[in-house]
């Protein structure tokens, strides 16, 4: 979707409107970086930007209905588009001219292009305004990139900085970075200019280079602990302790879940299917899907353990003076 | 001039003096040198990693009147005014002192103006973590859409305190702990240079106490240097980083292995005279203990050390001791530290904590696998006599069974037809035919159902061709349709002992069982019919027995009726479950 309208762009046919909803920063700020190299290439142009949360939207009605001084067109970045999203009570501090808008919307302005950025993951599609603008401008979905795509894209990234990139190298990088594009385009940037004249980013380069972004999962936790990795719990835990997370909240989350997995076998040998098991249980879906495919298949006998330990636990954080995060690290530390 | 401390003069004033961190310095000399330059970098590291140095260094290298070069040449103005703080493109803003917005957009607002005599205007913004969540956000808006002219670099010891939409907009870079021979090695540098003889012994003991941070060590070093006079030795290297109190502790849990329980308590005498509280000790030593633990689980994690740094002899003390004595000792610390809390004599209390401490039976792995040999000969040997035990058990049942010469034939017919096949107690079966009873059966037969579903599934799986054919108040009848199956469970001592716990649950009497394969029940109950009649005969003419012999003819008699309505009966538990509820005059039985 976006490289045939990137490249629409690149030969210089705009649309009047662009809306670009989304999390994906990166598709946003590239939307934005052809716009204006294919607007630079008739002379320097203008560029405007507001911000939605700090002014009203006549402004930028205002704004792009101004001829522009020297050029043909000017470009006109409208971000936070929060009107077109369902409305947080109390937290509508800009008084918005909808009514405006949406005449606005209807007959655009031949001089200017507008992006709105709506950077949400999903619009109130109900709003008369929302169903407007999705008919008008030229709606552009920044999703996560996810699987093969990532893969993919990285690949690209890599070639356009002349380098390439070993298969095992990109799984890792994604495994600790994630999926935010930018972050990974910054990381990949960097690790280019670390190997220089080398043509090839290898996994050692990677292991060196990254940074470790702190796990904010719970369940990474858990799992380490089930799977035996100490070093990999203790070090999340003490993560999730930097954040500033209570143990124990985290000790009544991971008995949740420890709870939750052993319903989840017992149903199984009575022969549930996992629909069935969140069903009964009356808890998500795909909750119930993670533990019924998860490689690890724990015992019975061990999970009640694990409960009990916790249990205990739970019992001295709450009855012990002395520090109280030491008591769950006893825990993680010691193994099934 | 006044005196400058160690850290301050030899601040590194290039890439090549800067010890450490060879990724981060590669990475961006290749950026200097290639034009690949960013517009924000975000330094995160823990304190003394090098991050304010590198980002000084990075901010001349850039400026630099020579530049793309990858190191600064610290000769042209540029670089001379950037070294001591007059230059007014590189700004320099310590966010802990000015976290507010007004100071953040003061200095923002003027990112728009280009740069007075220099390329790039470059703001270093040290401790940025302090910033507030507004000055996060101004500083952001900037970040989005910087000048070409400006370069970014943040500083922090604590990334995760910021929002996430700034890390992402920046390169980022983890400067790591700088190794101790590193350490050691700028110390011998910074000794030669002002002309101190050196000591590697305490500069050892200096390099390990500042646990990868070089301004850490610059400063105890200077402490030490100024503390010893013309020559350093490592006490006094001890005494300035206040490793003794690590030692003390080593010593301590030495003691604790080699139950010298006097040195443990001089110990902590020794302790106790420098002043130490004994809650807050009780609490290091649960630390030191917690850590020993660490090093044995995690080996990986020494920067979630406390107590005990992560040097040889500790890792080798922590493997003396196994895991579960480690836990046992924190247990105890922790235990008594609870109960210290209601007493004002804490000391006692921790002092009996050791003394118990020292009372726990160290085994060590090794010593385990010594000890295992001779328990594994017993567990062999108890293991023989046990199959031993078993088989006499099986030879006395047999024996029990060929007392009756009928038996014992039909046995050897059925030896003859299954090598391996189950060999019933028919004398046993005999008696019980003798004595069974309709009511008897009748229970077993209403309570079969609920059997069936109590048992464990592997158990109920072996009942599923099986049936109770006949029973007396002592004992039943079970008959199996295949040979296989009657000998599994009479193989099972769990099913058995489980079946008729439950049997006894239900009906309130013990039964023992008897297990039967089919083919063998049919011979058994033919002879009993036969004998039965002939018995019959037998008793008319002798009237002595009279009454005896009435009784076990009503009983016979029953016995064959019942085995007559027994083959007309469909012998399924639903129907005599159902019979029970609804009484036997209502049950039809249509079998179709």
Known sequence: ?336 | MAYQAFYRVYRPQSFAEMSGQAHVKQTLQNALLYNKTTHAYLFNGPRGTGKTSAAKIFAKALNCEKAPVSEPCNECETCKSITNGSNTDVIEFDAASNSRVEEIRDIIEKVRFAPANSRFKVYIIDEVHMLSNSAFNALLKTLEEPPAHVVFILATTEPHKLPLTIISRCQRFDFKRITATDIVDRMNVVLADSGIPSNDQALKVIAQAASGGMRDALSMLDQVVSFSGDEMTIEDALLVTGSIGQDIFYQLAESLLTKDVGKVLTLLEELMKEGKDAVRLTEDLITFFRDLLLMNTAPSLDELLELASGEEKFKQLAHQFPVDTLYRYIEILSATQQEMRYSNHAKVYLETALLKMSQVKVTTSQQAAVDLGPFEEKIAQLERTVIALEQQLKQGIATNGAQTPQASESQKRQRLRTQTGFKAPSGRIQEVLKTATKQDIQLIKSHWPTIMTQLQKSHAALLNEAEPVAASTGAFVLKFKYDIHCQMAADNQTFSSAFSQLLMNLTGKMYEILFVPEEAWMKIREEFIRNKGLKATDTDSDSDAASETSETEQAADEMLSFMQEEKAATEDPLIVEAEKLFGKEFVEIHDD
């Not at chain 1, 950025?117 to 109900?126: M, V």
Request: proline letters at 3%; aromatic letters at 8%; zero cysteines.
């Open chain 1, 1 to 336: 979707m976006f490289s045939s309208i990137w490249k629409k762009i690149q030969n210089g046919e705009f649309s009047p409107i662009y809306l670009l909803v989304g999390t994906e920063h990166y598709f946003f700020d590239e939307t934005i970086r052809r716009l204006k190299e294919s607007l630079n290439q008739a002379g320097e142009t203008d560029v405007l930007v507001f911000d939605l949360d700090e002014v009203p939207v006549q402004h930028v009605i205002e704004e792009a209905d101004t001829i522009p001084f020297f050029t043909d067109r000017k470009l006109i970045i409208a971000k936070n588009a929060s009107f077109l999203k369902a409305t947080e009570k109390g937290k509508e501090k800009i008084d918005h001219d909808l009514k405006a808008f949406e005449n606005w919307v209807q007959h655009p302005s031949e001089t200017a292009i507008t992006v709105f950025i709506a950077p949400y993951e999903k619009l109130d599609e109900r709003k008369k305004v929302t169903k407007l603008m999705k008919d008008k401008a030229l709606l552009l979905e920044a999703k996560p990139l996810e699987g093969n795509d990532l893969t993919v894209w990285v690949q690209s990234i890599v070639s356009k900085e002349h380098k390439s990139m070993t298969a095992d190298a990109i799984a890792r990088l994604i495994e600790t970075v994630g999926q935010d594009l930018v972050q990974l385009q910054s990381e990949l940037h960097k690790m280019a200019t670390y190997i220089g004249e080398e043509p090839e980013i290898t996994k050692d380069v990677v292991e060196l280079l990254m940074t470790r972004t702190l796990e904010q999962d719970a369940f990474q936790l858990l799992n380490a602990y089930l799977r035996g990795d100490t070093s990999t719990a203790l070090s999340v835990y003490h993560d999730l302790l930097r954040q500033k997370e209570e143990p124990i909240m985290l000790t009544a989350l991971l008995a949740s879940q420890i709870r939750l997995m052993s319903n989840v076998r017992y149903l199984q040998k009575k022969g549930y299917h996992a629909q069935a098991i969140a069903k009964q249980l009356k808890v998500n879906p795909y909750r119930v899907k993670l533990i019924v495919e998860s490689r690890q298949q724990v015992g019975e006998e061990r999970l009640l353990e694990v409960l009990h330990r916790l249990a205990s636990a739970d019992y001295q954080l709450k009855t012990s003076s002395g520090r109280r995060e030491r008591i769950l690290e006893l825990f993680l530390m010691n193994r099934l």
